[in-house]
């Protein structure tokens, strides 16, 4: 059975070459073909099958993205070096030193798993990106492969699945985004959200009323009606659609706080025409075609987004009773949303884009550049998560140049982005011709200007480490403190040491305490206490990272000097991993909230054992708890649970709040709650038209008793009709 399996995959391999528009060399690939075959036979993968049906399947995928010979080559290849008696010479006089390039690069990165352990995760995220810039399909290879495992990874512990899922939502996917490939994002994101949250998954899967092949017909059906009635009127646009994925809704729904009713836009179809008289027209013949929904009509074209976006937006029913989003727009359009605002001078001008996959890799060279004098390895993971999130903003110099930052991003980043002079020298910013605050975040379509000073000895503040979103700015700011300010340094990270000391109630005699010191400069590797603390000072190192290990030190040392009891500190809070929940029977398991009703300390709770993440806790009246437990489906899944005597943690709660509108309602609101030292997580508004206004806050609590002051104290303030909590 084995061998037919093989067989069928090469042979769905070798046709989807021969049916490709790219001319393939299909001899090489055949050689490729055999040798991966005989250098694999014999192996098998986890789940039985034999191993060179990975490499044939990664190559298949390669082939779907219309990669080249020599990728296809590579990807066949891609394991007989790590894992079979081929070397990379070998592959080289084979094939050619390009593709052994190719397999080196992808084995380079395959050997260095990413662990849990921060440090370890960058240094390897680091060689993956530096394996990246040298040649970009190095990368697409590796996305391919991990498409493949990821599909494949029922075999795996449990364990190991959801570190791999981890590491593919955080690294791979936003990847595979970046490169702009969207298919193989989205697949990577639902294989992983599927692992890490099996039940939000289901859930959703289960609330979309068709099933993944008939998602796709229903969008193909969709976009054949559209062009079918455009085509009476002598109109043949461009139709494209979408279903979004289930990472998409997830997202949606639980980092936007919509209900899965609210999201209009699971499926979306695109039309593109040529000018603005035919977009109306489009609009009159689909709302004749389907039926709308009141008040969901958008009309960006005569009132453009500040980003200059400009489209039709209407959402329409099927007759399927199926909502959908239906945009439209022109050529000139569609470019401006797709590529931001530079696109639209360039389709102006009749300028052509630069080549995608070079603007691409320009983009992981600099990322690139900005690494290399980092030396805190926790920087780097927050600067691969921060620089590849999936949203950029785009933002003009006065010049017309346009500048990528991350959402996020300040006046202050855009300028050290331009050049670190600027950001030093920097004294001020304008955009769109106004000043405004050092801490003003910038958005798409802003034209910024920078204000500096060609006073001597100005540099920037402390403050703006604060205040800056990327790691390029928060680096080059630390250099400047570093080069500039070392009386300044050793003062700063004095007084920061001295602080943390004293907070966490390290004491002792002088001597003693010198001594101490001296013992933790020298694991920092400075030479003096000076040079620690001007270390400090300039944020080389981190007071957060070395406290803890510093306190574990000296606690051993107090124990084992046996000072005496009034100098000794108390003793950590305990760590709850748990989350402040007991279960039976069970020691150590892992626990979280179910998002459906959050539950905080004092509420009547039950958990539910999960295929995936351990033990999620619900509220024992909460919709998705069946109200008899001996009729559920799977009864021995439930299980008692009860909450600690003594809860640290803070737990979140949503609360919906119905008021009257008027001015300054939100701003009472969290003022209000600042005043109480209540966290606010999330807070979505919305106006119905009749002069009320309805709130979501979600706030973090540490109990119900907490929680019910939050809501005494808000429904004091003037407007305020009702405060309920809400569990969905
Ligand atoms: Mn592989």
Redesign the pocket.
């Given at each position: 059975m084995k061998e037919a399996d093989k067989r069928t995959i090469i042979d769905e391999l070798r046709e989807r070459l021969a049916g490709s528009e790219k001319s393939y060399d299909l001899s090489a690939v055949d050689r490729a073909i055999e040798t991966a075959c005989r250098a694999h036979s014999g192996q098998c993968r986890a789940s039985g099958e034999e191993y060179v049906c990975?490499?044939l399947r990664?190559a298949g995928i390669l082939v779907e993205l219309g990669m080249d010979s020599e990728t296809i080559v590579a990807a066949l290849l891609?394991?007989v070096v790590e894992d079979t008696d081929w070397t990379l010479d070998g592959v080289s006089r084979q094939f050619g030193p390009d593709v052994a390039a190719l397999v080196d690069g992808v084995t380079k990165i395959?050997k260095l798993p990413f662990t849990t352990r921060e440090e370890q995760q960058a240094e390897n995220a680091r060689k993956l990106l530096l394996a990246m810039s040298q040649d970009i399909r190095v990368i697409i290879i590796k996305l391919a492969?991990r498409l493949?495992?990821m599909r494949t990874s029922e075999g795996w512990e449990e364990q190991k699945r959801r570190d791999k899922a981890k590491e593919t939502m955080d690294i791979y996917a936003p990847l595979a985004h970046r490169l702009g490939i969207r298919t193989v994002k989205e697949e990577l994101e639902d294989l992983s959200l599927r692992i890490l949250d099996p039940v939000a998954y289901q859930e959703i899967e289960e609330a979309l009323a068709l099933r993944e092949e008939e998602r796709a017909r229903f969008l193909e059906t969709i976009k054949s009606r559209v062009r079918g009635r455009l085509s009476d009127y002598q109109m043949e646009p461009y139709v494209e659609g979408r279903v979004k994925s289930i990472t998409g809704i997830y997202r949606k729904m639980y980092i936007h706080g919509k209900a899965f009713d609210e999201i209009y836009d699971v499926y979306a179809v695109r039309v593109i025409v040529d000018n603005v008289t035919d977009c109306y027209n489009v609009l009159g013949l689909i709302h004749d075609l389907f039926r709308p929904i009141p008040n969901r009509f958008k009309d960006y074209i005569s009132t453009p987004k500040a980003n200059m976006y400009q489209s039709l937006h209407t959402t329409v029913i099927s007759k399927e009773k199926i909502p959908f989003e239906v945009q439209i727009r022109t050529w000139e359009m569609h470019y401006t949303a797709e590529y931001g605002v530079a696109a639209h001078w360039k389709y102006k001008l009749g300028i052509q884009r630069r080549d995608k996959l070079e603007e691409r890799l320009a983009w992981v060279r600099q990322f690139i550049e900005n690494q290399k004098d980092v030396d805190d390895a926790e920087d780097i993971v927050r600067s691969i998560k921060t620089d590849l999130s999936p949203e950029d903003v785009f933002v003009l110099t006065p010049k017309g140049d346009v500048i990528s930052l991350p959402v996020g991003s300040t006046v202050i980043d855009f300028a050290y982005t331009i050049h670190s002079a600027v950001g030093n020298r920097m004294v001020g910013a304008k955009v769109d011709g106004r000043i405004v605050s050092l801490d003003y975040e910038v958005r798409t379509g802003e034209i910024v200007e920078v204000l500096t000073t060609a006073a001597p000895g100005h540099g920037p503040s402390r403050d703006w480490l604060n205040i800056v979103r990327t790691g390029e700015a928060r680096n080059k700011i630390r250099a400047w403190f570093k080069k500039e300010r070392r009386e300044e340094n050793v003062q700063q990270g004095r007084a920061e040491l001295e602080r943390e000391l004293a907070r966490n109630g390290i004491r002792l005699p002088d001597d003693q305490m010198g001594e101490f010191l001296l013992t933790q400069c020298k694991k920092q590797h400075c030479d003096t206490m000076e040079d620690f603390y001007a270390a400090i000072g300039y944020g080389g190192v981190l007071l957060s990272r070395i406290m803890p290990r510093l306190k574990e030190d000296y606690l051993r040392m107090v124990k084992a000097e046996d000072i005496p009891p009034e100098r000794l500190v108390t003793a950590p809070p305990r760590h709850h991993n748990n989350g402040g929940v007991i279960i039976d029977d069970m020691d150590n398991c892992l626990v979280k909230f179910a998002r459906c009703c959050n539950p905080v300390p004092g509420d009547d709770i039950i958990g539910f054992i999960t295929r995936g993440y351990g033990v999620s806790v619900h509220q024992r009246d909460c919709v998705n708890v069946p109200k008899d437990l001996a009729m559920a489906e799977e009864p021995e899944r439930w299980v008692r649970v009860s909450w600690e005597e003594e809860i640290r943690e803070e737990f979140k709660a949503t609360l919906h709040i119905d008021a009257a509108d008027r001015r300054a309602l939100l701003a009472d609101i969290t003022t209000q709650l600042a005043s109480m030292h209540v966290m606010i997580h999330a807070i979505n508004a919305r106006e119905p038209k009749d002069g009320s206004a309805v709130m979501l806050v979600t706030v973090g609590v540490n109990g119900l008793e907490h929680l019910h002051s939050v809501i005494t104290r808000l429904s004091r303030i003037d407007g305020v009709r009702r405060i309920e909590r809400r569990n969905q």
């Open positions: 990975h490499p990664v891609h394991d395959g492969d493949h495992n």
